[in-house]
């Protein structure tokens, strides 16, 4: 398996891995283009497929103190093709995301998890945090 920064030739396996049809490809492919320096993909692949992706977003926060550069991640869209779960798959996309994470020097990296993923991300490195909060609008 090798994991890396995902690139143009990876935007019909990025598309079908969010669900995106061969009719949303273009759309999809302009959005990646549009955002290439804040939503980083990266993929993993068996035999030259790609197996499994995840994103990072890096974004930056409001300068403070004597910070005035500050700098962010939070994992988004983790996806391994099913006939690949439970393999390392996600473990090595974490890996692969958090070394960038460091190589970048951002503060801290989020996620907001499924119930049943929240395992998963203890397993690789995160903790809950007591002043991490949500604000979610009502109907």
Request: no cysteine; charged share 20%; aromatic share 8%.
């Amino acid at each position: 398996m090798i994991v890396r920064r995902g690139g143009e030739a990876d935007m019909a396996a990025l598309a079908g891995l969010r669900d995106i049809g061969e009719g949303g490809l273009a759309a999809f492919a302009g959005w990646v283009a549009a955002h290439a320096e804040t939503h980083l993909p990266f993929v993993a692949e068996v035999d030259g497929q790609v197996i499994g992706a995840a994103w990072l977003l890096v974004a930056e926060r409001v300068p403070g103190g004597a910070a005035t550069s500050r700098w962010y991640g939070d994992i988004q869209s983790v996806m391994v093709r099913e006939g690949h779960r439970n393999r390392g798959v996600g473990a090595a996309l974490m890996a692969a995301i958090l070394d960038e994470a460091r190589a970048r020097g951002l503060e801290h990296v989020t996620v907001h998890s499924g119930r049943r993923a929240v395992d998963f991300y203890l397993r690789n490195g995160f903790g809950q945090h007591r002043q991490m909060l949500i604000w979610e609008p009502g109907e």
